[in-house]
């Protein structure tokens, strides 16, 4: 079974899609197997994060401009890509050190996250994109119909 999921973004945030994909699960009575995920961009990732704290979002947003600043900031001028924008090459650096791709078990149909785990998109660019996360699950289907 495979599917896309579109994520609107509008800027550099941690958008939560744990509550998308598990719907999504559901609905294809998915059972026992392995769920991949991939996002279509360079500039922008995919990650397995707490869930229970935004303070966690923030502190890695802000650790990874620290890593990779805009390409206007002096410390970057040794970049050469900066046709599409200050944030453009530094969202590429971003994405470079975080997955693009995470896979997940599910048995009975649940993704098998930990209690305070989430599963994000982490937008890199700041001005809005359309985002898309390419899923597929392999594995058994439930014999049960849901509701």
């Not at 973004?9 to 939560?16: L, R």
């Given at each position: 079974m495979r599917t896309t999921f579109i994520v609107e973004?509008?800027?550099?945030?941690?958008?939560?899609i744990t509550g998308e994909v598990a719907t999504w699960l559901k609905r294809s009575?998915?059972?026992?197997g392995v769920l991949t995920?991939?996002?279509?961009?360079?500039?922008a990732s995919l990650l397995i994060q707490e869930n229970a704290d935004p303070d966690v979002?923030?502190?890695?947003?802000?650790?990874?401009?620290?890593?990779?600043?805009?390409?206007?900031?002096?410390?970057?001028?040794?970049?050469r890509h900066v046709s599409e924008?200050?944030?453009d090459m530094p969202a590429h650096l971003k994405a470079s050190v975080l997955p693009?791709?995470?896979?997940?078990?599910?048995?009975?149909?649940v993704m098998q996250l930990g209690r305070w785990q989430g599963i994000y998109l982490?937008?890199?660019r700041d001005a809005p994109h359309r985002r898309q996360v390419s899923a597929v699950f392999l594995g058994d289907r439930s014999t049960r119909k849901s509701r």
């Open positions: 973004t509008t800027g550099p945030a941690c958008h939560e009575d998915a059972a026992d995920l991939m996002i279509r961009h360079t500039s979002q923030a502190d890695l947003l802000d650790w990874l401009d620290r890593v990779a600043p805009p390409a206007d900031d002096p410390s970057m001028s040794w970049l924008g200050p944030d693009t791709s995470i896979q997940i078990p599910i048995a009975d149909g982490v937008e890199h």
